[in-house]
């Protein structure tokens, strides 16, 4: 049984797709309330190049008794651990634990919170959104990495992501790949906030995105990830004109006044750079600007 918790644009994206291949899924919901407008939804929709399916998955609240072996963890990174808090009374001996949150830090909170588990680490650069309450629309196929740093054997359930046709591969460094997509995230994600622009704005701040490459760059290096840092200014570059169109996610989060990932995100790489004692003054700043502009719209700065 594939458990999923969090029904935003991933975890529904995963749950149908799984759900259509015909493997058994259970959608875990907030609360009670959140519940009834599930099941007034009848279920989930999945729209794919236009077409609309739907998908009546049994839903559930976290203190259904009903034990969990495998957990798909689809929530905000700020919410990951509380989640797995939640549910730690349900989770089997050896339970396996999929990780699909954004940024770093969030992973060893969750690993504290359920040390019974396996947490399986993912990074995805699929594209979907949410086009209204149990809506997903797939806007974009892309690969998904996944990986386990205290365990490089795969998990037998591979398989299964072969059959709903989610693109993936076993990952043996996969905390590098989620350095590199931290990075990438901090050259980005911020700026467009700052600058209330899409992607493709930043453009017209290529002094600064180099900067901030640059550092981020010898930051990677100082935290054992060389790999991450290759190339990282180009790939900047060639994100920021391939998204040129798009709002990034952060700047979604605050546009719609919702709380933000910095903390594990601009937040993560600058503890990080004061525990090798790295000074990196535009990544630096950079986080103030962020704080002081997350505080001045009365959003939380953690």
Not at 137 to 166: K, M, Y
Request: net charge negative.
């Amino acid at each position: 049984m594939w458990h999923i918790l969090g029904a935003g644009s991933l975890g529904s994206l995963w749950a149908t797709r799984l759900a259509r291949a015909g493997l058994p899924v259970q959608l875990i919901l907030r609360d009670q309330a959140r519940l009834r407008s599930y099941q007034h939804a009848g279920g989930l929709t999945l729209i794919e190049q236009g077409e609309a399916q739907h998908y009546a998955i049994t839903a559930h609240i976290p203190d259904h008794p009903q034990p969990i072996q495998r957990l798909l963890l689809a929530c905000k990174a700020y919410d990951a651990a509380a989640a797995v808090s939640q549910l730690a009374p349900r989770l089997v001996p050896g339970a396996e634990i999929l990780l699909l949150q954004n940024g770093l830090g969030s992973q060893d909170e969750v690993a504290r919170a359920a040390p019974q588990a396996r947490c399986i680490f993912a990074s995805s650069t699929e594209g979907a959104f949410r086009q209204a309450d149990f809506q997903v629309v797939f806007a974009g196929h892309g690969h998904t990495w996944l990986g386990d740093p205290l365990d490089l054997q795969p998990p037998i359930w591979l398989e299964d992501l072969r059959q709903a046709g989610i693109g993936h591969d076993w990952s043996l460094n996969i905390t590098s790949r989620l350095w590199r997509k931290l990075a990438l995230n901090c050259a980005i994600n911020p700026l467009t906030v700052l600058h209330d622009c899409r992607n493709g704005g930043l453009t017209e701040h290529p002094a600064h995105i180099t900067c901030l490459c640059n550092e981020l760059i010898e930051l990677l290096h100082c935290c054992g990830h060389s790999a991450a840092a290759e190339n990282l200014h180009d790939e900047v570059q060639r994100v920021i004109l391939a998204t040129a169109a798009n709002y990034s996610s952060m700047h979604q989060d605050v546009s719609q006044g919702r709380r933000t990932e910095i903390t594990y995100l601009l937040g993560y790489a600058c503890n990080a750079a004061q525990r090798h004692q790295l000074v990196l003054p535009h990544l630096q700043a950079l986080h103030g600007q962020l704080l002081a502009h997350l505080q001045a719209h009365g959003l939380p700065s953690h």
